[in-house]
């Protein structure tokens, strides 16, 4: 073999080696680099076996309170019945021979059903109420954040009159004078005052982010506003987005419950967890007939408990995701 062909042969090797090398460091990279997105999100659930607990009996609440919701019907549970009026928990309809598992209440009417039907209206309700209040607030915030200027400064000030507002009385008031008055009803009321915290929160996160080098790149290149704003600026909240949403959704329903507890909620027809504990505003139904109003009350506990922790564990993930860039 002569000189040249042993250092052709020679170069060949030691690029193969290279390559092998730059292989195998790529490997031990991809091997050793941080969980991203859902990994992560699970790795912290894995971690933390209160968030795990949680979030598996936050699914089966759900399931069963969807499932059942969907195969009871809502007439039926709210028809009075006056011989059936406080019927303790594992009596026997004398009208309809139906075993009252929970109970009954003063219209002789099965508290189990009203639970599981009143436990699919307030979820749905807190869920509504949230998924509308972000759209509004999230989508009014960068807006606010991206442009600036008389845009923010006009925004920002709508933000201000409605915080200053006394939502509770305003929320009252309409729900007293509004004309057929129903579920959708009350969430449109809700819907129109809680969404302005959202509002500043996510405008003073996005003029952070317009302050990045790929928004200035987009810019440059003469991409449309609304795809810098919804595409390439909305992305990177989305840790944020996820973490409001599950903490803003158990305050929606603690809301909802509130206000049915009061009297200002659903009609009176609709059932509502707060409409059974509202029933304990009785002295007598609170010292002696708990069957009524205290599993509704166990139940928003444990669901404000459940969704909190869900909520914490995802927080923890997004802000170890942003540590790591």
């Known amino acids: 073999m002569s000189k040249e062909e042993k250092d052709l042969y020679g170069n060949q090797e030691s690029h193969t080696t290279l390559e092998l090398d730059i292989a195998e460091d790529g490997n031990e990279l991809a091997q050793s680099a941080p969980p991203m997105g859902w990994k992560m999100i699970g790795r912290e659930f894995i971690k933390d076996r209160l968030a795990l607990f949680s979030l598996v009996l936050l699914v089966v609440i759900l399931l069963v309170v969807f499932i059942g919701a969907f195969i009871i019907n809502q007439d039926t549970i709210m028809n009075v019945n006056i011989f059936d009026k406080y019927a303790p928990p594992g009596s026997i309809s004398t009208d309809t021979g139906k075993t009252f ?3 009954a209440d003063e219209g002789g009417r099965d508290v189990l059903g ?7 209206n307030s979820i749905t309700i807190g869920f509504a109420i949230t998924i509308i209040t972000s759209i509004i607030g999230v989508g009014i915030g960068i807006i606010s954040g991206y442009f600036g200027g008389v845009v923010d400064i006009i925004l920002m000030r709508i933000v201000d009159f409605v915080m200053v507002l006394p939502t509770m009385m305003l929320i009252i008031v309409l729900v007293t004078v509004v004309p057929h008055y129903n579920v959708l009803t009350f969430v449109g009321i809700m819907s129109l005052f809680y969404w302005v915290g959202k509002a500043r929160l996510f405008r003073s996160v996005t003029l952070s982010e ?13 991409t449309n506003q609304l795809v810098i704003m919804f595409r390439e600026v909305m992305p990177n909240l989305s840790s944020l987005i996820i973490t409001n949403l599950t903490l803003n959704f158990a305050g929606n329903i603690g809301i909802e419950t509130g206000l049915s507890f009061l009297g200002f909620g659903l009609p009176a027809n609709v059932p509502s967890l707060g409409t059974l504990i509202g029933f304990g505003s009785n002295g007598d139904v609170l010292q002696n007939k708990q069957w009524i109003w205290l599993p509704a009350s166990i139940l928003i506990i444990v669901l404000m408990l459940s969704i909190n922790y869900v909520g914490e ?8 995701r942003q540590r790591l860039g």
């Open 210 to 222: 317009v302050r990045r080098d790929y928004v200035s790149a987009s810019k440059t290149l003469g």
């Open 313 to 320: 564990a995802i927080k923890r993930s997004a802000d170890a």
């Open 114 to 120: 009203q639970l599981i039907i009143g436990a699919r």
């Open 101 to 103: 598992l929970l109970g």
